[in-house]
T-cell receptor
């Protein structure tokens, strides 16, 4: 079982709709979670971090954390073509390591 | 604030040759990471430094990979000899401290191709 799992996609969403990206993790002691966006050929760029159960909103982005169910999600409202990228979920584990998932490819179609 | 600097951006070598990558983290960042990212996969941690000390190198293939951060600032990662499976992007990242609240900031990476 992978420590941080994501559906590889591609996830295709029409422009203007809500894109929903999901991530599950196996280490129940994981404390912090991060979402990175990675454009093709570029390095990961931090979008959101979340540490507590519930929702955290920043502009068009909302991160959701449910520690009991061990999942994290990222919602992108009013999706734009520029949101097309790979989204990496990362967890700060109980062993004080950041573990990355393999990423979900998101494609926003006009 | 200047970001994480890496060089070179691209490198092409033949198998069994050696190669070195350089990283300069964000000023004041004590923690430095080297990752290997193979196409279609997430970054895999190779080594983590806290100042000039190694915190975690459990996934570093030590028979061929080495890294150092002598003065607690710049770092180099070396591969000798390179194998075909080393073809990947090598990412350097830094954070203020190694803690759960400190996200990592990535450099642009070095894309390595082994022929």
């Amino acid at each position: 079982q992978k420590e941080v799992e994501q559906n590889s996609g591609p996830l295709s969403v029409p422009e203007g709709a809500i894109a929903s990206l999901n991530c599950t993790y196996s280490d129940r002691g994981s404390q912090s979670f991060f979402w990175y966006r990675q454009y093709s050929g570029k390095s990961p760029e931090l979008i959101m971090s979340i540490y507590s159960n519930g929702d955290k909103e920043d502009g068009r982005f909302t991160a959701q954390l449910n520690k009991a169910s061990q999942y994290v999600s990222l919602l992108i409202r009013d999706s734009q073509p520029s949101d097309s990228a790979t989204y990496l979920c990362a967890a700060y584990s109980s062993a004080s390591k950041i573990i990355f998932g393999s990423g979900t490819r998101l494609s926003i179609r006009p | 604030e200047a970001g994480v600097a890496q060089s070179p951006r691209y490198k092409i070598i033949e198998k069994r040759q050696s190669v070195a990558f350089w990283c300069n983290p964000i000023s004041g960042h004590a923690t430095l990471y080297w990752y290997q990212q193979i196409l279609g996969q997430g970054p895999k941690l190779l080594i983590q430094f806290q100042n000039n000390g190694v915190v975690d190198d459990s996934q570093l293939p030590k028979d061929r990979f080495s890294a150092e951060r002598l003065k607690g600032v710049d770092s180099t990662l070396k591969i000798q000899p390179a194998k075909l499976e080393d073809s990947a992007v090598y990412l350097c990242a830094s954070s203020l401290q190694d803690s759960r609240n400190q996200p990592q900031h990535f450099g642009d990476g070095t894309r390595l191709s082994i022929l």
